[in-house]
């Protein structure tokens, strides 16, 4: 990850006077390190289970060299070169490399063996918005929507490269000076799938954790965990409330409840319906009741705050979990995939199955719609511009997965022709259903590869109906 020119020029150890080995002193003011630039701690900005943040001074600043880092950075540097920690810092340094955004904060240098291992970012002199919070109490709604845009900017760009940050609360984040907001401390961040077992305790700040991060259940976090983290923060900017020192507020399952706090409006005196639409919509208990991604919400608030309609409701959700249960067992009593029929009869997956009917509009082309299609039966014309390009017909094919996974605007129009059963799955729904079912992962993979690779070349609807009933054999 670190290339050469960023390993310390330090040692991990130094040695004593009686020949032994002993760690570096603990940095602080007046510590000086070294990466491919130097730098000069001045003073503390914050202080962890596994380290320090200060603002530093870089020795080497140079305005005529493009890489050269600012004059004043902030510096995350390590207790100890080793243990935990380090990993951390690893991890947060991977994250932030990956989804470089103007609302996160900018990686400048980094050393990550030597004497001291530390990671050199953008400095917020504005600091966090625990530090103003309880000084400001409850803000005004433009400021709420702000943080939510910012927020949810940040976690778009991280959800795309498929990373979840799972730590998101007041303490990180940070103020850009210019009224807006900055995601930081991406140090227990982790795959957006999370296998059982990877991580060894529960993660986050008691609070702002989603209830499947207090209770624990690893297999359950997807792209919706770190939503509840954007709808916590935002409820406490909005009612003044630290979360963190109000946990009786907090809801369980067991209190039969739909949301894991109260409502908004009733701890704010005036709260528009709009506003807490979209934070309640943020703090249900289940994940299943929250948006699918970042991008669905984030399409929302500019809706709402720029005045424009927004039709995330589409035919295709409001359907879902309307069919009797004959029907839908007779759908996949007909089906002749059995790797299809096997995920259908999986616990809790029929709830996605929906009828469309003849004339019906799965999405529209130009709209950002929030789902993917994985067509059961029937089958379904594909237009551009009002002029029909394709005709999908037969069980196991995905449409619309792209657009989904990466909040795209629909680049065609899909309408049943005839009775059409598919499977509806929002963003994290889909990314769920293919890392569990990689089966079917391969073959969104190849569909999508075939239509690449058909776009440089004469449309051929056999050849493709060839390779993926040969790409669904193999699958099987």
């Not at 980094?110 to 917020?124: D, K, P, R, S, T």
Request: hydrophobic content about 40%.
């Amino acid at each position: 990850m670190a290339e050469s020119s960023h390993d310390a020029s330090h040692t991990l150890v130094n040695a004593s006077a009686d020949g032994g080995l002993n760690e570096a002193p603990p940095p602080g003011p007046g510590t000086e390190l070294r990466g491919r630039f130097r730098y000069e701690l001045e003073r503390r900005l914050g202080k962890g289970a596994f380290g320090s943040v200060f603002y530093a001074r870089c020795l080497d600043h140079d305005p005529r060299r493009d890489d050269s880092p600012p004059a004043r950075v902030a510096v995350k540097i390590l207790r100890s070169a080793r243990g935990p920690g380090l990993s951390m810092l690893k991890r947060e340094l991977s994250a932030m490399l990956a989804i470089q955004n103007d609302r996160i904060p900018r990686i400048y240098d980094w050393a990550l063996e030597g004497e001291y291992a530390f990671v050199v970012m953008q400095f917020y002199a504005a600091g966090s918005l625990r530090d103003v919070s309880p000084l400001q109490g409850p803000v005004e709604e433009q400021v709420v929507w702000r943080l939510l845009a910012d927020l949810l900017t940040a976690l778009d760009v991280a959800q795309r490269a498929s990373i979840l940050h799972l730590d998101i609360k007041p303490a990180n984040v940070l103020l850009d000076g210019n009224d807006g907001f900055v995601l930081t401390d991406f140090g227990v961040s982790q795959a957006s799938r999370i296998g059982r077992g990877l991580l060894p305790m529960s993660v986050g700040t008691p609070g702002y954790q989603a209830p499947e991060q207090r209770n624990e259940q690893f297999e359950r976090y997807d792209l919706r965990t770190d939503l509840w983290g954007v709808g916590a923060t935002a409820w406490a900017l909005a009612t003044g409330i630290n979360l963190a020192e109000r946990d009786q507020l907090l809801r369980t399952d067991e209190t039969q409840s739909v949301y894991g706090l109260p409502p908004l409006s009733d701890y704010r005196i005036y709260c528009s319906p709009e506003l807490e639409s979209v934070v309640m919509s943020l703090l249900h208990l289940d994940p299943g009741g929250r948006p699918g991604s970042a991008a669905e919400v984030l399409a929302r608030v500019a809706a709402i705050v720029s005045g424009s309609p927004f039709a995330a409701e589409t035919l295709a959700a409001t359907r879902r979990s309307t069919l009797p249960e004959p029907e839908i067992e007779a759908v996949i009593e007909s089906l002749v995939d059995p790797l299809l029929v096997a995920i259908c009869r999986q616990r809790g997956f029929r709830r996605f199955i929906v009828k469309f009917e003849d004339a019906d509009e799965l999405c529209h082309e130009g709209e950002q719609s929030y789902y993917a299609f994985l067509l059961l039966r029937g089958t379904v014309i594909v237009s551009k511009d009002e002029r029909e390009v394709a005709r999908v017909t037969g069980e196991g094919r995905f449409m619309g997965e792209v657009a989904t996974l990466v909040g795209m605007h629909r680049t065609a129009t899909m309408r049943a022709c005839g009775p059409v059963y598919a499977c509806v799955l929002n963003a994290a729904e889909l990314e769920r259903f293919v890392t569990c079912n990689p089966a079917m992962g391969l073959r969104v993979i190849r569909s999508f590869a075939l239509r690449l690779s058909r776009g440089s070349g004469p449309r051929n609807d056999d050849a493709e109906d060839k390779f993926l009933a040969k790409a669904d054999e193999r699958a099987v």
